[in-house]
């Protein structure tokens, strides 16, 4: 490659507060046979991603994709994608990827937290001792719990390999339940197999994309189906839950709490009714925040570019779209 012409291309976008220089440097690392470049500007964007076969980045817009004469794939560095051009992409036959599987370790530890921060009810501690109460309250036990996850993709797969050794009873609901699962059961999306899983559930976490068949799959009737005691964990995407059915079940004890690292609206404005409940924990979309972001995905990429140049062929990369 000559000096002027990058086949490699990280555009300027830091994620997570994490400088994207950082992700340059490793995959700069791990591909000594090409010429890695970051993108600093948005002249330096436009002018460097001319001949560049692969870019990286959160987002690609339609103006800087007018510029790229030989992008065959563009890596995204997010697990979600709804947000890229995808028909733009498609019609410039440019293969997509994405950083799936990446975050599964720090988002399935975060929900652990959720689930614990409930059955010890630490939050009750931590009000008493800003109170400097000494009072002994009654926490609860996780052990024999019945914990139920949707969508047992990388995350909730984890989410279930870190809450096995809890001694739990668990079920999973996904898209094709007949290939199995690391739950105890699985079932589909069925409404009826939905409803007898949550009938049972004192735990329920949210793990799946944003799809036609999970938008709003949390509504007035699944919280009403939901034993009082039940506990909702969303680390998906916030549309999958009805938010006003969400904070009515709350004002009306038809679930015990909510744990929302993701939300609809989101951000939650400030004046949203969800922030005044004591029993529901917000935090800002950031479970998939970890340090280690860049080394893995950049792991994943680099593999990805290696396939690319030695086969040409986009069919057998690594998290593709």
């Keep these: 490659m000559s000096n002027d012409t990058p086949d490699v291309l990280v555009l300027r976008s830091d994620t ?10 490793l995959l700069d690392e791990q591909l000594p046979d090409h010429d ?26 339609e103006e800087l994709l007018k510029h ?18 995808l028909e733009t992409l498609r019609e410039m036959d440019v293969a997509v990827t994405n950083a799936s599987g990446i975050h599964a ?8 937290g959720y689930v614990l921060t409930f059955s010890r009810r630490l939050q009750e501690g931590q009000r008493r001792k800003n ?11 996780l052990m024999g719990s019945t914990v139920t996850v949707v969508g047992l993709g990388a995350i909730g797969t984890a989410v279930v390999e870190r809450l096995s050794g809890f001694d739990v ?20 999306f069925e409404r009826e197999a939905v409803h007898d899983a949550l009938a049972r559930t004192e735990y329920l976490i949210i793990a799946a994309p944003l799809t036609e068949t999970t938008r709003e799959l949390l509504s007035s009737s699944e919280f009403e189906t939901l034993p009082p005691n ?16 969400l904070v009515s079940a709350i004002q009306t004890n038809q679930i015990d709490g909510a744990a929302l690292d993701v939300t609809d609206p989101e951000p939650l404005p400030a004046d949203h009714p969800l922030w005044r409940f004591e029993n529901v924990i917000i935090t800002p979309h950031n479970a998939g925040h970890s340090p280690k972001h860049w080394d893995r995905l950049a792991t994943i990429v680099a593999d990805n570019v290696a396939e ?12 593709s779209v």
Excluded: C, M
Excluded at 131 to 141: A, K, L, S, T
């Design 169 to 188: 009873d668990t079920i999973g609901i996904r898209y094709t339940p007949e290939k199995g699962g690391p739950t105890d059961e699985v079932v589909g």
């Design 105 to 112: 370790p720090n988002i399935a530890e975060q929900v652990v």
């Design 308 to 319: 690319l140049s030695r086969t040409g062929d986009v069919e057998n990369l690594t998290n």
């Design 16 to 25: 997570h507060g994490l400088p994207a220089r950082e992700y340059a440097d």
């Design 230 to 245: 039940a506990k909702v964990i969303n680390v998906g995407r916030g549309r999958i839950i009805d938010t006003d059915a």
């Design 36 to 61: 890695v470049r970051l993108a600093r500007t948005p002249s330096e964007e436009r002018e460097l991603i001319e001949h560049a076969t692969v870019v990286s980045g959160v987002d690609i817009d």
């Design 68 to 85: 790229a004469e030989d992008l065959q794939l563009f890596a995204g560095v997010a697990a979600g994608y709804n947000h890229l051009p």
């Design 131 to 141: 109170r400097r109460e000494w009072r002994h309250y009654q926490g609860d036990e």
